[in-house]
């Protein structure tokens, strides 16, 4: 399995192998879509008339209309307050209205301009913005006035309120995305969602290879079977540092499996996050995703 990132911004990729260990330099990159601005010409001048001897006049055709409305649904969606589907049974239950009136109808459209307001609540539907961020040790996603928070650090990438998909702790580091999407938070937080996310782990001492085959094979937690993909030592490294691939959402999960077996984790860094990785970020740096970066999220199962 591949994860690229590393600390302090270095380009290198780890790769970890089923063979018990993981290269860390094979190189790898993304490419970031080059942007292009045009300046507005405007001509200026005098105008003139020119004369019409056969006094015909032509009637240009009018351009076509571009329809700027969007189903109710999706405009409720767009403004982050819940998704879609959800979205329908407040319509159906009466608690959406359009410019003043109660609309019950699914389907129904609106303008940008028209003023609707959920369950009492006057919305404004945003851009969608998903922005990655390598997360330093001391931030947390928790709601902690002792606690500074991860929000903090990618407050300046947009106006809209960006919330962090998923939750990490002060002590965790690493990938995190945030975004003002509703929907995209649900799905990777939902507990049936599979993606795979990876974890460098520092242990306070060497893990057992024995150790190894049992969170290979799965341990319990609480009566419940973790179930892990790939386990590896890190090449290179003493076999303190670990590599674990897991499908879960909770990364509380990936300490626990190793606390379990009587070891403690002095540090957790997520270098890969459903196929997003950390390369080219520095530890408390943030970036937007790509428009196929974007596209490869919402196709994941």
């Known amino acids: 399995m591949n994860a690229r990132g590393g600390n302090k911004g270095n380009k290198k990729t780890a790769s970890f192998s089923k063979g018990g260990s993981y290269d860390k330099n094979k190189r790898g990159g993304d490419v970031k879509p080059s942007s292009r601005s045009e300046k507005p010409f405007k001509k200026e001048g005098k105008s003139f008339e020119k004369r019409n001897d056969d006094k015909t006049a032509k009637i240009s055709k009018p351009a076509a209309l571009k329809d700027d409305t969007i189903r109710l649904n999706k405009y409720i969606a767009n403004s982050g307050v819940c998704s879609r589907r959800d979205a329908d049974l407040y319509i159906q239950s ?8 109660v609309v019950t109808e699914m389907g129904y459209k609106v303008k940008p301009k028209d003023k609707v307001i959920f369950d009492g609540v006057l919305l404004n539907p945003e851009k969608k913005v998903y922005v990655l961020l390598n997360k ?7 709601d902690d006035e002792n606690v500074s928070s991860a929000y903090d650090l990618v407050r300046n990438a947009s106006t809209a309120t960006l919330k962090p998909v998923g939750r990490m702790d002060k002590t965790t580091v690493g990938l995190l995305l945030f975004t ?3 929907d995209l938070i649900q799905k990777f937080t939902n507990a049936a969602q599979r993606s795979s996310k990876l974890y460098q782990v520092s242990l306070d001492k060497n893990l057992k290879y024995e150790d190894l085959e049992k969170i290979q094979t799965g341990v ?10 790939e ?4 090449e290179n490294q ?3 540092e670990v590599g674990i691939k897991v499908k879960t959402s909770n990364v509380k999960v990936v300490r626990a499996v190793f606390e379990k077996l009587g070891y403690n984790v002095i540090k957790l860094d997520r270098v890969m996050f459903a196929g997003l990785t950390k390369w080219g970020l520095t530890r408390g740096q943030w970036r937007f995703l790509t428009e196929q970066e974007i596209i490869n999220l919402k196709n994941l199962k």
């Open 94 to 101: 009466g608690n959406v209205t359009v410019n003043g009136e």
């Open 136 to 142: 330093p040790k001391g931030f947390s996603t928790a």
């Open 180 to 182: 003002n999407d509703n």
């Open 220 to 229: 319990y937690i609480n009566e419940h079977k973790v179930w892990v993909e």
């Open 231 to 234: 386990v590896s030592y890190v």
């Open 238 to 240: 003493s076999k303190s």
